[in-house]
């Protein structure tokens, strides 16, 4: 009994077969196109397909070709949403929860019929007309890499037709991608944030993130034990990357508005858990929070925020830069790589009492 490369396929005597555990069944042809579908019936439909067949019948690829198939030929080929499942299914232990989410909702926009270079200009056309070219971009990589699976593991497809769709963006510069907060803005923010109180999940989101540049899904995963007088611990169940993993001195400043006393109070095993996480993200519901009340909110419909939650993070990073703080200082607060093999591999991480100096550039 020998592999076919396909999971659950194998092939003897140049008869498939499948195999799942303990189950063994024949699939009685020596067509691996045939063998692929009676495998994802198999997988995500009943064994009919294959019980049904003649004992004695055997499929060979070398008779000749059907004329056009009829409607009930057609309507038998496997549909994409199987097809997209056998995908997720093989693959999905690969990415995190999170990940896993986007590309399973990206993967729903595909037509449910057989896609066509036409059609994939069409649904290109359409996502763009409600999508930023960022976003239809990584739709794209998503649509890419199921093609390329589906090419090598089913011999109806051999053209991807979103091939050559990607839309090329003008080149800006990393740092005028999002503004940092003015100091008139941070104050305008701050009086947001007193409104709500120091007793609030909305008011230390903002506080946490103006005083350590944190990820907002960094902050809505912290726990009690996570925050002391010396630092706050990064180091949630979903973070961006593995440098994401840190400790950052806690600001004075933090401790001053009372954080402690806050994180004292708390009984639960989050800090933030009135927000509930979604499909893997803790910061869906603060998100949403932060962009419907944010004081900076433009009034023009479909009009982006001057500033926003993450403009904090940008705020930190430009005031550690001004202050001439070493990057690889800035890069241990932000959970940034070091773009530098050294010291990304062989570089331990660096002692709060140095970080301290440099948070407290953080005003």
């Known amino acids: 009994m020998k592999s076919s490369n396909i999971p659950h396929l194998y092939i003897r005597n140049g008869i498939y077969y499948y195999r799942n555990n303990s189950v063994w069944k024949s699939l009685r042809t020596r067509c691996k196109k045939e063998a692929f579908n009676l495998l994802i019936k198999c997988l995500y439909g009943t064994m009919s397909g294959v019980a049904d067949k003649s004992t004695n019948q055997v499929v060979s690829c070398d008779a000749k070709a ?14 994409i949403s199987v097809l997209i499942n056998a995908y997720l299914k093989e693959n999905g232990d690969r990415w995190s929860v999170r990940e896993y989410t986007r590309i399973e909702n990206t993967l729903k926009l595909l037509p449910r019929s057989s896609i066509t270079k036409e059609k994939a200009i069409q649904l290109k056309q359409s996502l763009l007309q409600s999508k930023t070219v960022a976003t239809f971009n990584r739709y794209l990589k998503y649509f890419n890499a199921f093609y390329r699976w589906l090419i090598s593991n089913n011999a109806d497809v051999t053209i991807n037709p979103f091939d050559g769709l990607k839309v090329i963006e003008k080149r800006t510069s990393s740092a005028s991608k999002r503004k940092a907060y003015t100091k008139e803005q941070l104050d305008v ?74 994180v004292g109070h708390c009984t639960k095993d989050r800090l933030f858990h009135e927000w509930r996480p979604v499909r893997g993200s803790y910061s869906h519901a603060g ?72 948070v407290l550039c953080i005003e």
């Open 189 to 262: 923010l701050f009086k947001f944030a007193d409104k709500y109180g120091n007793k609030s999940i909305q008011y230390w989101l903002i506080m946490i993130g103006r005083y350590t540049g944190a990820r907002m899904n960094e902050i809505c995963q912290l726990k009690p034990s996570d925050i002391t007088a010396e630092a706050i611990h990064i180091r949630g169940d979903v973070l961006k990357t593995d440098n994401a993993k840190r400790v950052i001195p806690t600001h004075p400043k933090l401790i001053e508005r009372g954080l402690l006393e806050w």
């Open 287 to 358: 998100s949403r929070w932060f962009s419907r009340n944010n004081p900076f909110k433009s009034g023009v419909k479909g009009e982006k925020a001057d500033v926003d939650f993450h403009s904090l993070r940008h705020t930190v990073a430009t005031e550690l830069k001004q202050a001439g703080v070493p990057s690889q200082y800035a890069a241990q607060i932000l959970g940034h790589s070091n773009g530098n093999i050294t010291y990304d591999r062989y570089g331990k991480s660096i002692n709060i009492a140095s970080l301290m100096e440099a």
């Open 66 to 79: 059907p004329k056009p198939q009829s409607s009930a030929a057609v309507a038998s080929a496997p549909k």
